[in-house]
């Protein structure tokens, strides 16, 4: 653990520099999301976005999960859980059916082309992430600062959600 002088000298450097870093963290969590909400072909005419094949992989994962269960482990409103479930169901990713205890809670399972999509998934998971780091060591990024990243972005993005009402204005310095 590091003393209260430490962090005092650490703060400072990250205080100095922490205009151009929020815009870099700005920059990530924008092109991030932009890559998550861009479609992408599967397979001849099938379109998913990043976010949908989560979805699609959540209820593989977990047959029977109702939307609100998805809406936790995937940070969304019901409202946008409704729409994805919605578009996924008309491209034939899952399909619901009620539940036998609450007629009104429906649970969510993955179709034939669903399972079909997560298989392929899986079967490409451990290229796709070699391909990745692959590239971030040859563009100079050591294990270490992997590691760090992940860390960082970890404890970054548990802040944000433990602190919703206040959200950038919690991490980013007043002036």
């Known amino acids: 653990m590091a003393t209260e002088e430490e962090i005092k000298l650490i703060i400072d450097h990250l205080?100095?520099?922490?205009?151009?870093?929020?815009?870099?963290?700005?920059?990530?969590?924008?092109?991030?999301?932009?890559?998550?909400n861009r479609p992408r072909e599967y397979e001849p005419g099938l379109f998913l976005?990043?976010?949908?094949?989560?979805?699609?992989?959540e209820i593989a994962q977990k047959p029977g999960i109702t939307?609100?269960?998805l809406c936790k482990t995937s940070?969304?409103?019901r409202s946008a859980m409704s729409q994805i479930v919605k578009k996924?169901?008309?491209?034939?990713?899952?399909?619901?059916?009620a539940s036998n205890e609450h007629q009104k809670r429906m649970l969510l399972y993955p179709t034939e082309e669903g399972m079909k999509l997560r298989n392929h998934i899986v079967r490409n998971k451990e290229e796709d992430k070699t391909r990745v780091f692959t590239r971030l060591i040859e563009k100079g990024c050591s294990a270490k600062e992997l590691e760090s990243f992940y860390k960082v972005m970890d404890i970054y993005m548990n802040l944000m959600i433990e602190e919703p009402k206040t959200g950038w204005d919690y991490l980013i310095p007043k002036h």
Request: charged share 20%; glycine share 4%; with cysteine.
């Open 15 to 36: 205080v100095h520099h922490s205009v151009y870093r929020i815009g870099m963290v700005y920059d990530f969590t924008t092109v991030c999301n932009a890559m998550a």
């Open 88 to 97: 996924l169901k008309q491209k034939n990713m899952v399909y619901g059916e």
């Open 67 to 69: 939307a609100s269960e």
């Open 49 to 57: 976005t990043m976010v949908e094949v989560r979805i699609v992989l």
């Open 75 to 77: 940070k969304r409103t």
